[in-house]
């Protein structure tokens, strides 16, 4: 088979960009390793920035995410037995929405099925070929058949483990990274959220973040030790333990029930550079990764694709390489920049271990003292809404 353009993974970043080439009527095939169904069960991002919700309407997909989600024009940070509202759209103009990543998910699948766009699941053994050099290629195996795939280019969207980033030559690539020392506990139930908007909250048993997926289904998430294992947590405890780090008026109206998903994720700031290589993009977490925190992985995810399909339209359209030249540089000063939030809000709301050289918890005395200065300037609380609800794209 031959495209225009071979898309590895089905995640948020290929299937987006996929619909950004089919509208564009360039050829295009999305390889994904897993089953639909899989990909669809994984629970992950809730809060799209405007960027995000611009682009689904832009497909002509915003209609079920309009209807269901959630815009919020806030959130709130817990802090010592209360929580203050940060008014996201006083302070910026801009609100979020809460929609989940399952939900885009579906709604892109869904698209690509009616539109009848080549997609195949539960590809083995996918390989990349020759994208040094003018006549790259996949490969990959379905049903004991091995297929070969030839292309222009290639999108590596296959997520942080994929094969697309590990198939760069280790001299070619650098790597940027840092490992926090906690996780988060995430428990997702059918229960009402204990407030409208997102609650997180710094506590001196450690992190804690109320987010919800719809007025009937909550997400909640604690910080927790990297040791943890998801099955020493029984949900009673995890109840117990979330309400402890909530201030008195966010944890009485708390209401429990049975976990529908519960799993531990571990925190990093990741980034590889360049995030092209040849006739290889990477696109969203196959380049970087950042803490949950700023919730900005899905976004990112969602610019890297608006200038990467620009590059691409602009190449079949005018003939022009100028946007590709220019994908690497652009995506990677709006990563560099959420990589600095995320790490920021992280920073400030997570209960850490002293760091060596260290006397008398100093870290938790600039963290206190930084959260009062946030509280109480309006040029701090300025700089948090508008990198929360989401910096400007370049193009
Ligand atoms: P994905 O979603 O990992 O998709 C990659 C896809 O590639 C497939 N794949 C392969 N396919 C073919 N061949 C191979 N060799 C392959 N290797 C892998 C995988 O099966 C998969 O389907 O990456 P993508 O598309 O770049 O999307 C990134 C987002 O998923 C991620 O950044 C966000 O989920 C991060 N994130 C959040 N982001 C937000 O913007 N807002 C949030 O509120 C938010 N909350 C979160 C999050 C991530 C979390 N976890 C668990 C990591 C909360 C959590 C808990
Ligand atoms: C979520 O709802 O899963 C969520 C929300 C905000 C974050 C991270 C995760 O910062």
């Given at each position: 088979m031959r495209v225009?353009v071979a898309i590895i993974g089905a995640g948020?970043?290929g299937l987006?960009?996929g619909?950004?080439?089919?509208?564009?009527?360039?050829d295009a095939i999305v390889i994904e390793q897993r089953s639909a169904d899989y990909v669809l069960g994984?629970?992950?991002?809730?809060?799209?920035?405007?960027?995000?919700?611009?682009?689904?309407?832009?497909?002509?997909?915003?209609?079920?995410?309009?209807?269901?989600?959630?815009?919020?024009?806030?959130?709130?940070?817990?802090?010592?037995?209360?929580?203050?509202?940060?008014?996201?759209?006083?302070?910026?103009?801009?609100?979020?929405?809460?929609?989940?990543?399952?939900?885009?998910?579906?709604?892109?699948m869904?698209?690509r099925a009616?539109w009848g766009a080549k997609t195949v699941y539960e590809a083995e053994n996918v390989r990349i070929h020759g994208?040094?050099?003018?006549?790259p290629s996949v490969t990959y195996t379905k049903d004991g058949k091995t297929h070969e795939v030839q292309c222009?280019?290639i999108a590596g969207c296959d997520g942080?483990h994929g094969v697309s980033?590990a198939s760069?030559?280790?001299?070619?690539?650098?790597?940027?990274?840092?490992?926090?020392?906690?996780?988060?506990?995430?428990?997702?139930?059918?229960?009402?959220?204990?407030?409208?908007?997102?609650?997180?909250?710094?506590?001196?048993?450690?992190?804690?973040?109320?987010?919800?997926?719809?007025?009937?289904?909550?997400?909640?998430?604690?910080?927790?030790?990297?040791?943890?294992?998801?099955?020493?947590?029984?949900?009673?405890?995890?109840?117990?333990?979330?309400?402890?780090?909530?201030?008195?008026?966010?944890?009485?109206?708390?209401?429990?029930?049975?976990?529908?998903?519960?799993?531990?994720?571990?925190?990093?700031?990741?980034?590889?550079?360049?995030?092209?290589?040849?006739?290889?993009?990477?696109?969203?977490?196959?380049?970087?990764?950042?803490?949950?925190?700023?919730?900005?992985?899905?976004?990112?995810?969602?610019?890297?694709?608006?200038?990467?399909?620009?590059?691409?339209?602009?190449?079949?359209?005018?003939?022009?390489?100028?946007?590709?030249?220019?994908?690497?540089?652009?995506?990677?000063?709006?990563?560099?920049?959420?990589?600095?939030?995320?790490?920021?809000?992280?920073?400030?709301?997570?209960?850490?271990?002293?760091?060596?050289?260290?006397?008398?918890?100093?870290?938790?005395?600039?963290?206190?003292?930084?959260?009062?200065?946030?509280?109480?300037?309006?040029?701090?609380?300025?700089?948090?809404?508008?990198?929360?609800?989401?910096?400007?794209?370049?193009?």
């Open positions: 225009q948020p970043s987006l960009l619909a950004k080439l089919h509208q564009a009527g360039i994984r629970i992950r991002a809730g809060v799209l920035e405007q960027g995000c919700v611009d682009m689904m309407d832009s497909l002509g997909l915003g209609a079920r995410m309009h209807a269901e989600g959630l815009v919020h024009g806030g959130f709130n940070l817990g802090y010592r037995n209360t929580h203050h509202r940060i008014d996201l759209h006083a302070l910026t103009g801009n609100n979020v929405m809460v929609y989940g990543q399952t939900e885009v998910t579906r709604d892109l869904d698209a009616a994208f040094d050099g003018n006549t222009d280019y942080f980033r760069v030559p280790a001299q070619s690539i650098q790597h940027y990274e840092r490992v926090y020392p906690f996780g988060w506990l995430g428990v997702l139930a059918d229960v009402p959220p204990v407030a409208h908007e997102l609650i997180y909250s710094n506590h001196e048993r450690g992190f804690a973040l109320c987010s919800m997926r719809s007025k009937t289904r909550s997400r909640y998430y604690i910080q927790c030790s990297l040791d943890d294992k998801v099955e020493q947590w029984s949900d009673q405890a995890f109840w117990d333990e979330l309400r402890k780090r909530l201030d008195p008026e966010a944890a009485a109206s708390m209401v429990t029930g049975p976990s529908i998903e519960k799993s531990i994720a571990p925190l990093r700031s990741f980034v590889a550079e360049p995030m092209r290589f040849g006739r290889l993009f990477l696109v969203g977490d196959a380049a970087h990764i950042v803490p949950p925190t700023g919730a900005k992985g899905l976004n990112l995810a969602a610019s890297d694709v608006h200038y990467l399909a620009h590059g691409l339209i602009e190449h079949y359209q005018e003939k022009s390489v100028a946007g590709l030249d220019a994908y690497s540089g652009r995506a990677l000063r709006r990563v560099w920049k959420a990589v600095r939030f995320s790490w920021w809000f992280t920073a400030l709301m997570h209960k850490f271990p002293a760091a060596a050289g260290d006397t008398g918890a100093i870290s938790q005395k600039i963290q206190e003292a930084e959260i009062d200065y946030l509280l109480g300037s309006q040029a701090a609380m300025t700089s948090l809404a508008e990198n929360y609800v989401g910096l400007p794209y370049e193009v």
